[in-house]
């Protein structure tokens, strides 16, 4: 399995960012897939998940800014990120299950004026 995140960097208070998650070694279609977190200091956290038919669940914290999707026919998740904020900086991380968790290499987002 591997998954590699990309579209991470500096942003301003307010502004947006989209990621992207290529996976392979699975098959997407049946795979719920996620995104995670992790600022420094702080332990690891979930921010989206969806389901491989779609349905989307967020952190209360991202709920009505960040969106995630996906293509099944791209093997590929995303996370659009809107109205980002300072404490949304963090190390984001693609993720998988499938017996275990499996981790992408991550990409910063940092959000700073």
């Known amino acids: 399995v591997q998954l590699v995140e990309s579209g991470g960097g500096l942003v301003q208070p307010g502004g947006s960012l989209r990621l992207s998650c290529a996976a392979s070694?699975?098959?997407?279609?049946?795979?719920?897939m996620a995104w995670y977190r992790q600022a420094p200091g702080n332990q690891r956290e979930l921010v989206a998940s969806?389901?491989?038919?779609?349905?989307?669940n967020y952190a209360d914290s991202v709920k009505g800014r960040f969106t995630i999707s996906r293509d099944n026919a791209n093997n590929a998740v995303y996370l659009q990120m809107n109205s980002l904020k300072p404490e949304d900086t963090a190390l984001y991380y693609c993720?998988?299950?499938?017996?275990?968790?499996?981790w992408g290499q991550g990409t910063q987002v940092t959000v700073s004026s």
């Open positions: 993720n998988v299950n499938k017996s275990t968790d499996y």
């Open positions: 070694g699975i098959i997407f279609r049946f795979r719920p």
């Open positions: 969806i389901t491989p038919g779609g349905t989307a």
